[in-house]
C-alpha cells in the first residue's frame, strides 16, 4: 500500500492534497492535533462534496488516542474517570499506576499513546483502523513529538494507505514531552526524513515545495530574515514595510482589517490579535502586522533572525506565512501604550 509523507510549504495547497486524496466513497480517517485545522478540514471537505460523506472521519490526536484507541481496548481494564490535562507527577515509575493516572483516577493525556504502547495494544489499534478504513491521512505531522511520533510510527505497517503533510520548519509545538525521548527529532531535517523511511514511508519534498499563499516578497522576507527557504508560484510583488512610527503603529492597531500577530500575550493589547503559533493552520488573513519584541527587533534590523532558536523562529516562519498581501514588522515597545 501507498505510504508517504509529503513536506509542505506553508500555502502550498497541503489541505488541498489532503481532500483530493479522498472520494465521496472513501473510508478514511484524518488525524489532526490543531482544532482550527480541524474545522477548516472539515469546511473544505464540505465544499467539495457538499456534505460530508459517511465514510470520512476526522479527528484531533487526542479525541483518536483517547475515544478510538483507549476506551475501546483498555478503559474497562483501567477504570479510568477521563482525562487529566495537569503536568504528570516526575519520578513515578511506568509500572506504577500513578505514572499514568493521577490521584482521582483521571489519566495524563500526554501520556496516553505511551499508555497504550505500555499495555501492547498498538497491533489491536491497527487492526481496528484496518477493520473501519482503507486511508490514514495525518495533518501537520511535523508537531508530533515525544512518545506520540513513536506511536504514529506503530500505526505506519497497518494495512490502511498512509498519507501524512506537514512543514518540518513549521515545527512550533510538541503533541507530547516526556524527558529525552525524541527531544533532538527536529534538530535535522535529513535524520527525521530518515525516520520516515526506516518505517517504510516515503518522503516527497517536491509536490508541495512552493506555496500559492504568499508572495514572492513574502517569501523573500521570509528566506531572509528567519534564514527558511520559501518559494511563490506567485508572480506579484507586495509590501514588506518596517514601522518606526508611533503613529503609523497605532493606525495599524486599530486597524481591524490586519491582524496583529505576537511573539506572547497577544490578550493584552485589546486588538484583532493572535500569538504567532496559535496562527498556524489559518488561511484566512490578507495584510498582516507582525509585532516583536525588544531583541526579536534587534535581530531583524541587524538582519540576524536566523539566529533565534529554531522554535521560535519556526513560530516566526508561521506568523509570515500566514500573509496574502502585505507584512508590516513592528516593535513591542510602540503599542506598550496600549498593553493591559
Given at each position: ?102 490521584g482521582n483516577g ?15 495494544v498498538i497491533p ?77 514511508v516515503v518522503p ?137
Open positions: 500500500m501507498d505510504k508517504r509523507v509529503d513536506f509542505a510549504v506553508a500555502g502550498s495547497g497541503k489541505t488541498t492534497l489532503l481532500t483530493e486524496h479522498l472520494s465521496e466513497y472513501s473510508r478514511a480517517l484524518i488525524l489532526t492535533h490543531i482544532r482550527n485545522n480541524e474545522a477548516h478540514l472539515r469546511a473544505r471537505l464540505i465544499q467539495r462534496f457538499d456534505f460530508l460523506p459517511d465514510g470520512i472521519r476526522i479527528m484531533t490526536w487526542f479525541e483518536f488516542l483517547h475515544g478510538f484507541c483507549f476506551r475501546q481496548l483498555l478503559q474497562q481494564h483501567l477504570q479510568s474517570r477521563g482525562l487529566s490535562f495537569v503536568q504528570p507527577q516526575p519520578g513515578t515509575a511506568r509500572v506504577q499506576r500513578l505514572h499514568f493516572q493521577d483521571r489519566h495524563y493525556h500526554r501520556l496516553l499513546s505511551l499508555l497504550l504502547m505500555h499495555r501492547n489491536d489499534i491497527r487492526a481496528r483502523l484496518g477493520r473501519y478504513y482503507d486511508a490514514l491521512l495525518v495533518d501537520d505531522v511535523q508537531d508530533f513529538a515525544g512518545h506520540d511520533f513513536n506511536f504514529l510510527f506503530g500505526l505506519c505497517s497497518a494495512e490502511v494507505s498512509l498519507l501524512l503533510a506537514g512543514d518540518f520548519y513549521q515545527h512550533s509545538f510538541d503533541t507530547s514531552r516526556d524527558g529525552n525521548t525524541n527531544s533532538t527529532l527536529h534538530d535535522d531535517i535529513t535524520r527525521y526524513e530518515s525516520r520516515f523511511l526506516a518505517s517504510g516527497d519534498r517536491l509536490t508541495l515545495s512552493k506555496t500559492w499563499r504568499s508572495s514572492p516578497s513574502v517569501c523573500s522576507s521570509i528566506s531572509e530574515y528567519p534564514g527558511i527557504r520559501i518559494e511563490s508560484h506567485r508572480k506579484d510583488e507586495t509590501l514588506i514595510e518596517l514601522i518606526t512610527c508611533q503613529n503609523a503603529a497605532a493606525g495599524l492597531h486599530a486597524d481591524d482589517e490586519v491582524i496583529k500577530l505576537f511573539y506572547q500575550e497577544h490578550h493584552r493589547y485589546g486588538c484583532h490579535s493572535l500569538n504567532w503559533g496559535a496562527s498556524s493552520g489559518l488561511d484566512h488573513f490578507t495584510d498582516v502586522c507582525i509585532v516583536l519584541g525588544a531583541k526579536h527587533w534587534t535581530l531583524l534590523t541587524a538582519r540576524r533572525l536566523n539566529e533565534l532558536p529554531p522554535a521560535i523562529r519556526n513560530k516566526l516562519c508561521v506568523a509570515c506565512s500566514r500573509a496574502r498581501g502585505r507584512i508590516w514588522f513592528l516593535p513591542e515597545r510602540l503599542l506598550s501604550q496600549f498593553r493591559q
